[in-house]
T-cell receptor, first 117, second 113 residues
Framework: DTAVSQTPKYLVTQMGNDKSIKCEQN?????MYWYKQDSKKFLKIMFS???????INETVPNRFSPKSPDKAHLNLHINSLELGDSAVYFC????????????????FGPGTRLTVL | DAKTTQPPSMDCAEGRAANLPCNHS???????VYWYRQIHSQGPQYIIH???NNETNEMASLIITEDRKSSTLILPHATLRDTAVYYC??????????????FGQGTTLQVKP
């Protein structure tokens, strides 16, 4: 069984369109993340949700809106797509452990390659 | 979060040990050292983490120097499937920990037959 899944795997769209990427984890984790990997392979955190609450927003343009309907899902909606949004987007999850909030291991999905034309 | 420095690339012969170094000279007392890798076209994968003692699991060993300013990830018997980008990350535990990972450029390990 896939631990962290993303759909779609590939997404090709025109500038100005609105699109969504879905993420689901079946690990029972409380915390989920979105990362962006650009064309230079630089991987950067975008958002994090813990129990459906936003805890990290790394100065991402407000065209990007994460939505967490429940703690197993964290979807990413992008409005008015721009050429610079072309990248691979990774979803991840982890479980805070103990009073020290040790997040230890993050499990990543397979990625969604977004191409904006 | 402390910054890490890794060599951009390394080669290793198949079956030999791969030793990947990482410098983290500004690491603070509550920061752990984590290693992840990213095989081509896949999501990053957790390998191992440690605070100050050496650690070993089924994938690798982590050697942290006594002053904690550097560490080495050891893959004891590298295979072609270990070809990947390896990321060394330091991250705090405790209330300042938001869970986010800050990835650098990593080391591209090429395992050769």
């Amino acid at each position: 069984d896939t631990a962290v899944s993303q759909t779609p795997k590939y997404l090709v769209t025109q500038m100005g369109n609105d699109k969504s990427i879905k993420c689901e984890q079946n690990l029972g984790h409380d915390t989920m993340y979105w990362y962006k990997q650009d064309s230079k392979k630089f991987l950067k955190i975008m958002f994090s949700y813990n129990n459906k609450e936003l805890i990290i927003n790394e100065t991402v343009p407000n065209r990007f809106s994460p939505k967490s309907p429940d703690k197993a899902h964290l979807n990413l909606h992008i409005n008015s797509l721009e050429l610079g949004d072309s990248a691979v987007y990774f979803c991840a999850s982890s479980q805070p452990r103990g009073s020290g909030f040790s997040y230890n291991e993050q499990f990543f999905g397979p990625g969604t390659r977004l191409t904006v034309l | 979060d402390a910054k890490t420095t890794q060599p951009p690339s390394m080669d290793c012969a198949e079956g030999r040990a791969a030793n990947l170094p990482c410098n983290h000279s500004t690491i603070s007392g509550n920061e752990y050292v984590y290693w992840y890798r990213q095989i081509h076209s896949q999501g990053p994968q957790y390998i191992i983490h440690g605070l100050k003692n050496n650690e070993t699991n089924e994938m690798a060993s982590l050697i942290i120097t006594e002053d904690r300013k550097s560490s080495t990830l050891i893959l004891p018997h590298a295979t072609l499937r270990d070809t990947a980008v390896y990321y060394c990350i330091v991250r705090p535990h405790g209330s300042s920990n938001t869970g986010k990972l800050i990835f650098g450029q990593g080391t591209t390990l090429q395992v050769k037959p």
